[in-house]
């Protein structure tokens, strides 16, 4: 079962994970063209090799350790974390469209600060 980051990613994008993911599967990075332009970060499910290193990183508590685990009001993300593809402008599309429904559908977690969001998933 992959991890799986959540919206308080959204507004916060440090990308702490991506420095310490052993397997590099958490995109887009900093260094890459995608970056400015997404929402959030993705985990590849089927690169991730559930190590569990990004999630004490993570200054948000965005990062689920299993699809499982990922509560109801963040499911929706964790489909984006599935399809998003880095560099493939369609799957990033995909993605996004995932993250901007989710912040339509949830002001009540957007209106949040990002340290906040998790305790009210
Ligand atoms: S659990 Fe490990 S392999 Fe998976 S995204 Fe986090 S740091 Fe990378
Ligand atoms: S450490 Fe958390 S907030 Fe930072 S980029 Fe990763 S998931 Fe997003």
Known sequence: MPFVITDPCIG???TACV???PVDCIHPGKGEAEFAAASMLYIHPEECIDCGA???VCPVTAIYDSVDAVPG???ALT????IYRNGHAEAMAAAE?????HIEAHPELMNLAPTDRQAAH
Not at 79 to 82: G, V
Not at 97 to 101: R, W
């Open 54 to 56: 990004c999630v004490p």
């Open 12 to 14: 916060t994008k440090d």
């Open 97 to 101: 469209a995932i993250v901007k429904a």
């Open 73 to 75: 009001s963040q499911k």
């Open 19 to 21: 420095d310490v993911c």
């Open 79 to 82: 489909e984006a974390n599935a």
